[in-house]
């Protein structure tokens, strides 16, 4: 039997610390560049229960978090934690060609919630996830690049399996995409404005296994003070591992499938992630 990730006692302890949280960011300021204040409103507290918040302020690589996975690539500086407004964010390196920076068979340095509890999803699960992108030292697409994608956040099934969704530069853009679904849309048109600025992105989700769920993303941008919806898929399988599987986690940092030297990729690229945050769609905080 499948195990939801709800837990009212971490929900409710967290949630003390989202209202917090929430009236620093208001003090604040939404619009401050130089640190992710992706963290939801007070509208956004009110209306979700907190499951799962990852945002380095300790300056530890794990954040705090025993059971969060770092990173498999063996280079040192594949992943590493960097000063980030008042605190701290994490960082991901992958240098093409050097085996340092490959992890089970691809050039890639990735954090992942697959051994902590309130990072997993199951059937029946309706969560939102936030998280806060910046491309370090970025370089731009040009006409002749190659075209590969790089994947800097994934929902991932269990087992080996395809993600069921991720996000991904391609080009000058960041799409969402579902590939066994294949699905795809584009969610940032131009990010080339925005490279070594914060980008924040959400991402709802129903996790079915039939056609009753749905994935909503929505992004907000440098400047911006509030989410705008870019993209909603509904009515759609949102579980779906080929494998068996019986839960999905959550990864973040940089993949980079198919890529190499020889193919004219970047050959060192850099991305920056902070605030993380789970919330439970389906439990309104304070019930």
């Given at each position: 039997m499948r195990t939801s990730t709800k837990r009212s006692v971490t929900?409710?302890?967290?949630?003390?610390?989202?209202?917090l949280a929430c009236l620093t960011v208001a003090q604040a300021g939404q619009n401050s560049e130089d640190r992710a204040v992706?963290?939801?409103s007070c509208a956004d507290?009110?209306?979700?229960?907190?499951?799962?918040?990852?945002?380095?302020?300790?300056g530890r690589l794990n954040s705090g978090i025993p059971d969060l996975t770092t990173t498999h690539a063996t280079a040192a500086d594949a992943s590493y934690v960097v000063p980030s407004g008042a605190?701290?964010?994490?960082?991901?390196?992958?240098t093409l060609g050097d085996p340092g920076y490959v992890s089970d068979g691809a050039p890639r340095s990735e954090s992942a919630t697959n051994d902590v509890h309130e990072g997993k999803f199951v059937v029946g699960d309706e969560q939102r996830y936030e998280f806060s992108v910046l491309l370090k030292d970025w370089q731009p697409f040009r006409p002749g690049d190659s075209e590969s994608g790089d994947i800097i956040f994934q929902g991932k099934h269990a087992g080996g399996n395809l993600?069921?969704?991720?996000?991904?530069?391609?080009?000058?853009?960041?799409?969402?995409?579902?590939?066994?679904?294949?699905?795809?849309?584009t969610v940032v048109d131009d990010f080339r404005p925005h490279i070594n600025q914060w980008m924040h992105f959400r991402v709802d989700v129903r996790?079915?296994?039939?056609?009753?769920?749905?994935?909503?993303?929505?992004?907000r941008m440098p400047g911006a003070s509030q989410?705008?919806?870019?993209?909603?898929?509904?009515?759609?399988k949102t579980f779906h591992p080929v494998n068996p599987a019986d839960f999905g986690y959550l990864k973040w940092g940089l993949y980079r499938p198919g890529q190499s030297p020889?193919?004219?990729?970047?050959?060192?690229?850099?991305?920056?992630?902070d605030d993380i945050r789970v919330l439970d769609l389906s439990q309104p905080s304070g019930r």
């Open positions: 929900a409710a302890a967290m949630a003390g610390a989202l209202t992706s963290g939801p507290a009110e209306g979700a229960s907190p499951l799962l918040t990852v945002d380095y302020g300790n605190d701290h964010a994490v960082a991901h390196k992958v993600p069921s969704f991720y996000l991904m530069t391609k080009r000058n853009s960041i799409a969402f995409r579902s590939p066994t679904l294949d699905l795809q849309s996790w079915t296994d039939d056609m009753t769920g749905y994935y909503k993303v929505s992004t989410f705008t919806l870019r993209q909603t898929y509904e009515n759609v020889a193919k004219g990729d970047v050959p060192t690229r850099i991305v920056h992630h």
